[in-house]
């Protein structure tokens, strides 16, 4: 493996959602993942999340896997497990096991809820999380219900990427101190930080309850999607009044640029701009305004995506094992990220796993 975190050892527990996909951003650097994976686990053909690990097949709740699943712990640097709280305790796996058999250990734990409170043991998903934080109430149109936004803000916005900040972090102070630490990483802590702006903006009066009303929340003119003349979206960006100016000049809107921040004339300049993108389809749009700081972009579809002439030229999408998926991110100067390799069998590296368990 190579990239920045080449020579780190996690072992991941497989679960759903954000634990997989922490794991794989991991992986993704450079460590050396290995999943365990529960016998008759689910199909590989849906192992979206599973590319760069190894898979070893373990049942837990039998005497010779939860030994392995401690050896594992003794090996790895890192330990990552997305159950509700207790299951990993029930098993004889818990942080306190695993950090008696490797105190340097960063144990990772990703749930919903968090691992205390009224709701740590209830079941849930993305929507759930993101609804009580209050980032599902910001999204949306007035006098329209939130749209669930795929999972992105939640698990994996919220969740994964605050795992992996947490873990990163757990492991800067273990190579310090020798000791390990437990990482409490939840949807609901993660995406109430990522709500930090809209919160102090409220504060300030800067930023009002309504939904669809606000900047940012397709109230303002000219940060918003519209429809063109093929069916098909454009979307516009230009909050700064230079970037706005050129997005005027350059689309031959019939406006002052100084009324930009005119609330009170924003439902008319909405109703304009709507029917000034009716005039040109999208891609028409997108020729006119290209190299343009309009802020301005064609709303391209998952076929269209990774052939965009800047993603193309990045290699932001990359073949893995036959399928087009994103590349690893971010990118490093010195420290070049390997392809990642498919997704693995279950169990698949069961044995190879076991040889050098026994061998260390």
């Known amino acids: 493996m190579t990239g920045p975190l080449s020579g780190l050892r996690v072992v991941e527990f497989a679960g759903l959602g954000p634990a997989p996909f922490a794991a794989m951003l991991l992986a993704d650097l450079g460590a050396d993942v290995v999943r365990v994976d529960r016998p008759g686990s689910s199909d590989p053909s849906t192992d979206c999340l599973g590319r760069g690990k190894r898979s070893v097949e373990l049942d837990l709740k039998q005497p010779d896997g939860r030994e392995t699943g401690l050896a594992l712990a003794a090996w790895a640097d890192v330990l990552v497990e997305g159950f509700r709280p207790g299951v990993m305790e029930r098993l004889g796996l818990g942080p306190d096991e695993c950090q008696a ?15 205390d409170g009224p709701l740590a043991q209830r079941a849930g998903h993305d929507i759930d999380y993101i609804a009580v934080t209050g980032a599902l109430w910001g999204l949306g149109r007035t006098d329209q219900p939130p749209p669930p936004p795929l999972n992105l803000v939640g698990d994996f916005g919220g969740g994964a990427l605050f795992l992996v900040v947490g873990v990163l972090a757990a492991l800067l102070a273990a ?42 929340d397709s109230g303002s003119p000219f940060y918003d999607v519209y429809p063109c003349a093929d069916g098909r979206y454009l979307a516009v960006g230009a909050i700064e009044p230079q970037f706005f100016a050129e997005l005027v000049a350059r689309t031959g809107f019939d406006g002052d640029p100084q009324e930009q921040y005119d609330v009170a004339r924003w439902p008319e300049q909405r109703q304009r701009w709507a029917d000034l993108f009716l005039t040109r389809t999208r891609d028409e749009w997108a020729e006119l305004l290209a190299g343009s700081d309009a802020c301005v972009a064609p709303v391209l579809d998952w076929q269209e995506a990774p052939s965009h002439p800047h993603l193309r030229t990045r290699q932001v999408f990359v073949d893995v094992g036959g399928e087009q998926l994103p590349a690893p991110a971010p990118r490093f100067q010195s420290r070049a990220t390997q392809r990642p390799r498919p997704a693995p069998r279950v169990g698949e590296h069961t044995d190879q796993v076991r040889r050098e368990l026994r061998q260390r």
């Open 101 to 115: 058999v490797n105190p340097s250990l960063v144990y990772g734990r990703m749930t919903g809820w968090g691992q």
């Open 175 to 216: 190579r310090e101190t020798g000791r390990g630490d437990v990482v409490d990483a939840s949807v609901v802590d993660g995406t109430s930080v990522l709500t930090t702006l809209f919160h102090g903006l409220r504060s300030r009066g800067l930023w009002r309850d309504e939904r669809g009303v606000n900047l940012l």
